[in-house]
């Protein structure tokens, strides 16, 4: 690799957070704050009582959303967050406890580019309440 390569700045939000292992810190801190903080109880209640699934799932989910592998949308063919979450009863309170902590989860991540980080933040927060049925 030249020092020009090495030197230029990455192509994709998910190279310019930090790639799989901030992913996994901000899932790890995201489920974590919702099985602790009772602020996100409403959240840990239309959940499902283990959550090592969907842990194991949502890293590769942002990776592929921000621009790196594609993983889970392979897997997951034709599979997208709304039809992911059709069953689930999504108020106007869980989308905004889940904008909520999935902010502080990325907000409280060590992050390679804090702008593109809070950047995803804004649009993950306007997906989820954009969700919202209720």
Not at 4 to 22: K, L, N, Q
Not at 34 to 51: F, K, N, S, T, V
Not at 112 to 123: K, L, S, Y
Request: proline residues 5%; glycine residues 8%; contains cysteine.
């Amino acid at each position: 690799m030249s020092a020009d390569t090495a030197d230029a700045p990455a192509s994709s939000p998910f190279e310019r957070v930090g790639g799989h292992d901030v992913m996994r810190a901000i899932t790890d801190r995201f489920y974590d704050l919702m099985d602790q903080d009772p602020a996100y109880a409403e959240l840990r209640a239309i959940h499902a009582a283990d959550l090592s699934d969907m842990r194991a799932q949502l890293p590769a989910f942002l990776a592929g959303w921000a621009g790196g592998p594609r993983d889970w949308f392979e897997a997951n063919p034709g599979k997208c967050m709304m039809s992911a979450h059709g069953g689930i009863p999504i108020t106007r309170d869980t989308a905004g406890q889940w904008a909520e902590a999935m902010t502080r989860a990325i907000a409280e991540a060590e992050v390679a580019e804090r702008e593109i980080a809070d950047a995803m933040a804004d649009v993950l927060s306007r997906m989820a309440r954009g969700m919202a049925r209720g």
